[in-house]
């Protein structure tokens, strides 16, 4: 079978390296990917916005499959109408990935099928919102509805930082996103992030996994689109796994076709574990990244064939067989990241990073220029290493990390802190 993957970063090259390693696999074609990719599929260059484009060339190229990776084409209803088409595609349909593309929606699920949230209120103008803010009080939390490239939710400590918040969704700081404004209770807790794949009906735990969303060590400093990852995540206990599938993997499951738009693709849901146990801080629709490297590289079973099943209504009765290991990814970014940085900066050395057979270095922003490889982006390298502990994955994926030769770039030297910090107490 001919697949189509589109996207371009970390998360695309792990989820193509993982598709080459099915038997299924003829052709793979990623529009745009990048460097990394290369070696592993051909590259193509399509206006992904332009959904008959997309049709024209699976036509073209006979594709069977199109995997979507990001969400602003799951949002843009690109897989309904590949699925108009003809072409089966992974991912869901435009209703269904307002999961991700509308916070309100998300939690007016919540509410009619009593999945575990914190307590809202929807505002379309700042007036109401800010009566709510100080009806609740401090600390709380203020987010964006729309799509605001991670950048839309602000976690107040006080009344003002809310207040100051509120006025800048509606000046118009996130554009359309910031039309309506989420003001959220605040959850107290550990963030642990969970992925499931469902096919409308029949929902598939695949496993669990830690960000770490802060640019500096100590998560200190703004929010990144996360800074490393790994998997599983201790936090998550069996029950806790269980309680997160019954209590809110499922009920959204069978909220969405009671809604008429049953969900086929990946939940990954942000959790918070409280005392109450786990609450749902948000969705998306897609695999996360940095979290796609670590899960890519601890599973075992036939990614192509996982994702198939999703698309045609197959999951009912799928097992799924993961490595035992933790998976822990370091993301290496250009320096000036989430601010500005510099592009085109040489990188050497990649192939003595991935000479240890335990380690993946995934690209997210490179381009290849003649023999060289050149940043290209804010978020780099996710350099993936397995290891029978925490602490041995977090060794293994530094060691490597230093071995590439790049001076313009700078890693957080702290990813999987929290796991190594139990691993420790528990040893
Ligand atoms: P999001 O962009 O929705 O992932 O939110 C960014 C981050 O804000 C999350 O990863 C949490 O750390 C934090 N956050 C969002 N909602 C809440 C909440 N209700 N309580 C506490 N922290 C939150
Ligand atoms: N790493 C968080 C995300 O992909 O949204």
């Known amino acids: 079978m001919n697949v189509l993957l589109i996207g371009s970063g970390g998360r695309e090259h792990a989820l193509a390296w993982a598709l080459s390693k099915s038997a299924q696999l003829e052709t793979l074609y990623v529009a745009p990917g990048n460097a990394g990719i290369d070696g592993l599929a051909t590259r193509v260059s399509l206006d992904v916005a332009d959904h008959a484009a997309v049709v024209d060339f699976c036509r073209e190229k006979n594709i069977g499959f199109v995997v979507v990776g990001p969400e602003a084409p799951l949002v843009a209803g690109l897989v309904d109408d590949l699925s108009e088409a003809g072409i089966l595609a992974f991912g869901p349909g435009k209703v269904a990935a307002q999961l991700e593309g509308s916070k ?23 007036e109401s919102a800010s009566d709510y803010v100080r009806k609740m009080g401090a600390p709380i939390v203020v987010k964006a509805d729309g799509l605001a490239a991670g950048k839309g939710v602000v976690v107040a400590m006080t009344e003002a930082e809310a207040l100051e918040a509120v006025a800048a969704c509606f000046d118009g700081s996130f554009g359309d996103a910031g039309a309506e404004v989420v003001v959220e209770e605040f959850l107290d807790g550990e963030e642990a992030s969970f992925f499931a794949i469902c096919d409308g009906e029949t929902a598939l735990p695949l496993a669990t996994a830690q960000d770490h969303k802060r640019v500096f060590d100590g998560d200190k400093g703004p929010n990144t689109g996360g800074m490393g990852a790994y998997s599983p995540a201790p936090v998550m206990t069996d029950d806790l796994v269980k309680r997160t599938m019954n209590e809110i993997i499922e009920p959204t499951m069978r909220g969405m076709a009671e809604m008429g738009s049953p969900f086929k693709g990946v939940f990954f849901a942000g959790l918070m574990i409280t005392e109450k146990g786990p609450q749902l801080i948000e969705y998306n629709v897609r695999f996360g990244d940095p979290e796609c490297q670590a899960l890519m590289m601890r599973l075992e079973s036939d990614l192509l064939d996982l994702l198939l099943a999703s698309a045609k209504g197959d999951l009912a009765g799928k097992t799924l067989s993961w490595r035992d290991e933790t998976a822990l990814c370091v993301v290496v970014a250009a320096k000036g990241y989430p601010g500005a940085y510099e592009k085109g900066t040489e990188i ?77 107490g528990e040893g």
Not at 107 to 115: G, Y
Not at 380 to 396: D, I, R
């Open 104 to 126: 309100g929606f998300t939690k007016d699920l919540c509410a009619r099928f009593n999945i575990p949230t914190g307590a809202y209120g929807r505002f379309k103008d700042a």
């Open 348 to 424: 050497r050395d990649l192939d003595k990073a991935s000479a240890d057979p335990a380690v993946e270095v995934f690209h997210a922003g490179t381009k290849a220029d003649g023999g060289h490889i050149l940043a290209n982006g804010g978020r780099v390298l996710g350099v993936t290493a397995l290891g029978g502990t925490v602490a041995e994955a977090q060794a293994k994926a530094y060691e490597a990390v230093d071995r590439i030769d790049w001076p313009d770039g700078f890693c957080r030297r702290d990813i999987g802190w929290r796991a190594v910090a139990r691993e420790q």
